[in-house]
């Protein structure tokens, strides 16, 4: 019985690196199968064709070659500063195989070279479970492959860039690993998501095979029956080892293993707050980091609408009919419009110094709030809208404007319990400084008439534990609440050091108010958890 077997490219690389080159052994499987033996014991075997050198530094290694043995293998020329990767030599001979493999654990990489049904489709190979990785230079190729067998991976291993490129395809993957160089790695497990701190990163001689070489040490954990926390952390410690050297790792490691337990990330972020508060950059922030969501924001059903208001305001119903191709969000409003005309309610106009908008019928807050929602949503989400005192609105629907829309929004929500609100609260004067200096960059602008009656002050009720925490009780359901007090103008350096405190200050409350899976307030200030009733 193989405990492990990995499938993919052998090769010989010459690399080009922060001015150094070197010519050493290379491909998937042999980055993978090389960092998995200097993590276990246990018995590993590639399938690949290699050559006779090749093939006797893996015998040495403990490693069985099922391929075949050639003269010749593929070559590559990779410049890592121009992120280029040349075929020098392809050979493309098959690999047959006629008697019974038994497997453990199979990992295919999902590469050009490697043919994938050859494996899964030959009854030759029986196997327990199954991981993928895929590489950005040809994930598309093989998004087919990923559809086609995605109800036998059990693992997928990929970097940010291949995710945001596969993730419509592979929601149905219990396990998705996600590396994003010097960030920290993300686990998509079970619909939950999971964050892990790499390890020091400052002493890179070459980024070729690090994402290989995690592979290889997560699944020699995983074939140990480890946790998973130590898996990723297996992973995490050989990555950082190949950075350190050109090619595969041969020498034992050296580098001593460090405790890194998983802090959960929510699956679902509402940030609140006034208008020129801060939401867009804390959310460009917070991505930077962590690019798993979608977002969701209001602003762009809002300036559809506010755009439609314009045409149809002109009186011309050929401008209004021009229109039709743009509508993305308001369609049925559209059409209602084109009924109508001329006697139009319309939900918007113009400002009356001609900067900006007023909203005039005061339903378009919950209208394009649920627009974008339902548009939008995906098992990770970022949401982000403004409320302000709105008499009109107030009038028609209560004073709790946050409660209405918040309902609105998380009941949309797949995971709504892995949910936190962020409320971004600021001074009117920095606010109103702020909105002018937007609209110079040519973002929009809020009116005036809007700045000083409806975001004049921030309405966002929620109960407070400090100044920071808190929580929103919504039927029956209480939900972390981070107040972030963005009421400086900082440089770029200044805001960055800002934000990341937030962030993991952030990421901390919501650990402790998630713990356990409990999810209504007890009331234990000091402790702030979630509970839920049973």
Same mark, same amino acid.
């Given at each position: 019985?193989?405990?492990?077997?990995?499938?993919?490219?052998?090769?010989?690389?010459?690399?080009?690196?922060?001015?150094?080159?070197?010519?050493?052994?290379?491909?998937?499987?042999?980055?993978?199968?090389?960092?998995?033996?200097?993590?276990?014991?246990?018995?590993? &075997?590639?399938?690949?064709?290699? *050559?006779?050198?090749?093939?006797?530094?893996?015998?040495? #290694?403990?490693?069985?070659?099922?391929?075949?043995?050639?003269? &010749?293998?593929?070559?590559?020329?990779?410049?890592?500063?121009?992120?280029?990767?040349?075929? /020098?030599?392809?050979? $493309?001979?098959?690999?047959?195989?006629?008697?019974?493999? *038994?497997?453990?654990?199979?990992?295919?990489? +999902?590469? #050009?070279?490697?043919?994938?049904?050859?494996?899964?489709?030959?009854?030759?190979?029986?196997? %327990?479970?199954?991981?993928?990785?895929?590489?950005?230079?040809?994930?598309?190729?093989?998004?087919?492959?990923?559809?086609?067998?995605?109800? %036998?991976?059990?693992?997928?291993?990929?970097?940010?860039?291949?995710?945001?490129?596969?993730?419509?395809?592979?929601?149905?993957?219990?396990?998705?690993?996600?590396?994003?160089?010097? %960030?920290?790695?993300?686990?998509?497990?079970?619909?939950?998501?999971?964050?892990?701190?790499?390890?020091?990163?400052?002493?890179?001689?070459?980024?070729?095979?690090?994402?290989?070489? +995690?592979?290889?040490?997560?699944?020699?954990?995983?074939?140990?029956?480890?946790?998973?926390?130590?898996?990723?952390?297996?992973?995490?410690?050989?990555?950082?080892?190949?950075?350190?050297? !050109?090619?595969?790792?041969?020498?034992?490691?050296?580098?001593?293993?460090?405790? *890194?337990?998983?802090?959960?990330?929510?699956?679902?972020?509402?940030?609140?707050?006034?208008?020129?508060?801060?939401?867009?950059?804390?959310?460009?922030?917070?991505?930077?980091?962590?690019?798993?969501?979608?977002?969701?924001? $209001?602003?762009?059903?809002?300036?559809?609408?506010?755009?439609?208001?314009? /045409?149809?305001?002109?009186?011309?119903?050929?401008?209004?009919?021009?229109?039709?191709?743009?509508?993305?969000?308001?369609?049925?409003?559209?059409?209602?419009?084109?009924?109508? !005309?001329?006697?139009?309610?319309?939900?918007?106009?113009?400002?009356?110094?001609?900067?900006?908008?007023?909203?005039?019928?005061?339903?378009?807050?919950?209208? /394009?709030?649920?627009?974008?929602?339902?548009?939008?949503?995906?098992?990770?989400? /970022?949401?982000?809208?403004?409320?302000?005192?709105?008499?009109?609105?107030?009038?028609? !629907?209560?004073?709790?404007?946050?409660?209405?829309?918040?309902?609105?929004?998380?009941?949309?929500?797949?995971?709504?319990?892995?949910?936190?609100?962020?409320?971004?609260?600021?001074?009117?004067?920095?606010?109103?400084?702020?909105?002018?200096?937007?609209?110079?960059?040519?973002?929009? +602008?809020?009116?005036?008439?809007?700045? *000083?009656?409806?975001?004049?002050?921030?309405?966002?009720?929620?109960?407070?534990?400090?100044?920071?925490?808190?929580? !929103?009780?919504?039927?029956?359901?209480?939900?972390?609440?981070?107040?972030?007090?963005?009421?400086?103008?900082?440089?770029?350096?200044?805001?960055?050091?800002?934000?990341?405190?937030?962030?993991?200050?952030?990421?901390?409350? +919501?650990? @402790?108010?998630?713990?356990? $899976?409990?999810?209504?307030? @007890?009331?234990?200030?000091?402790?702030?958890?979630?509970?839920?009733?049973?």
């Amino acid at each position: 019985m193989i405990d492990i077997c990995f499938v993919g490219n052998s090769s010989i690389d010459d690399i080009k690196s922060f001015n150094n080159r070197k010519k050493v052994f290379g491909g998937s499987c042999i980055y993978s199968s090389l960092s998995c033996r200097n993590s276990t014991n246990k018995n590993i &075997s590639v399938i690949s064709n290699v *050559n006779v050198e090749l093939n006797a530094l893996l015998k040495s #290694k403990g490693i069985n070659v099922i391929g075949n043995i050639l003269s &010749s293998i593929n070559s590559f020329k990779i410049d890592e500063d121009n992120n280029s990767c040349i075929f /020098i030599n392809k050979v $493309d001979i098959p690999i047959i195989i006629d008697d019974q493999i *038994n497997i453990n654990h199979l990992h295919i990489s +999902f590469r #050009k070279g490697v043919d994938i049904d050859s494996i899964l489709e030959n009854p030759n190979i029986n196997y %327990k479970t199954l991981s993928v990785d895929v590489m950005i230079h040809s994930v598309e190729e093989f998004i087919p492959y990923l559809e086609k067998y995605k109800d %036998k991976i059990t693992t997928l291993f990929c970097n940010l860039k291949e995710y945001i490129k596969t993730k419509k395809f592979i929601q149905s993957i219990p396990n998705i690993v996600i590396t994003n160089e010097d %960030k920290p790695v993300v686990l998509m497990k079970d619909g939950k998501n999971y964050s892990y701190d790499i390890m020091d990163t400052k002493s890179i001689v070459s980024t070729t095979g690090a994402g290989d070489s +995690f592979i290889g040490g997560y699944l020699a954990k995983q074939i140990e029956c480890k946790s998973i926390d130590e898996c990723i952390t297996e992973g995490i410690m050989n990555s950082s080892s190949s950075i350190k050297n !050109f090619g595969p790792i041969i020498s034992p490691l050296k580098t001593k293993q460090s405790n *890194n337990n998983s802090k959960k990330i929510p699956n679902n972020i509402i940030v609140v707050g006034n208008s020129c508060a801060g939401k867009s950059t804390f959310i460009d922030f917070f991505k930077s980091l962590y690019n798993i969501y979608a977002d969701i924001d $209001d602003l762009p059903p809002l300036l559809e609408m506010f755009e439609l208001d314009d /045409i149809a305001s002109k009186g011309s119903l050929e401008d209004i009919k021009t229109f039709k191709s743009k509508v993305v969000y308001m369609k049925d409003i559209y059409e209602e419009y084109i009924k109508e !005309f001329p006697n139009i309610n319309h939900y918007s106009v113009k400002a009356k110094d001609g900067n900006g908008h007023n909203i005039i019928n005061p339903s378009l807050w919950d209208i /394009i709030l649920e627009r974008t929602v339902n548009y939008s949503k995906e098992q990770n989400n /970022i949401i982000q809208f403004s409320r302000g005192k709105d008499a009109a609105y107030e009038k028609k !629907f209560g004073n709790n404007v946050y409660e209405r829309s918040l309902r609105s929004v998380i009941n949309e929500l797949p995971n709504k319990d892995e949910t936190i609100i962020i409320n971004l609260s600021s001074d009117l004067e920095i606010r109103k400084s702020r909105n002018y200096i937007r609209y110079q960059n040519g973002g929009h +602008f809020v009116s005036e008439e809007t700045m *000083n009656q409806v975001y004049k002050n921030d309405i966002f009720n929620y109960e407070h534990i400090d100044i920071n925490r808190g929580f !929103f009780l919504l039927e029956g359901v209480s939900y972390p609440v981070f107040t972030i007090i963005n009421n400086k103008m900082l440089s770029q350096v200044e805001l960055n050091q800002f934000l990341m405190y937030n962030l993991n200050e952030i990421i901390n409350y +919501f650990n @402790e108010f998630r713990r356990d $899976d409990k999810y209504e307030y @007890e009331g234990n200030s000091k402790k702030y958890l979630a509970k839920q009733s049973k």
